[in-house]
C-alpha cells in the first residue's frame, strides 16, 4: 500500500498521473468552458442565487451531493444542462467545472461586474 501511495505521489510531482491515467482509460474529459471573473461582486451575484435555490422547497431537504446537483440546476438550469448534464458530478470528485458554471451563470444572467 505504502509503495502504490509513494508511485502516485512520484507521478503528481512529474506531472505524469493525468497522461497515464487517460492512456489507460481512453477517456478524455472535456466540457464547454466560459470565463470567470473571481470578483467580490460576481461572488456575492452568485451566493445569492445559490442562497435561495438552498432555501427552495426543491432543495432543501436533501443533502449531500444531490443537494449539490439541485442547488447548481436551480441557480441555472440552462448552464447546468450544458456543463453537467451529460456527466454529472459524482461522489468525490474535485469539480474542476464550477468556474465554468459561474461564469456561464454571470454570462447569462446580464450581471457581468468588475
Known sequence: MLRMASSLALLLNLGLYDSCF??????TFTFKEYQYKDSPKNEMTFREFETA???SSACNQI???PRTRCVRE????SCYREI???DPLEEGEI???LNSFKGCFVQRSGRTRN
Do not use: M
Open 53 to 55: 435555490c438552498e432555501q
Open 74 to 77: 436551480c441557480v441555472s438550469p
Open 84 to 86: 453537467y448534464s451529460s
Open 22 to 27: 487517460s492512456e489507460k482509460t481512453g477517456i
Open 63 to 65: 443533502s449531500g451531493l
Open 95 to 97: 469539480d474542476v467545472r
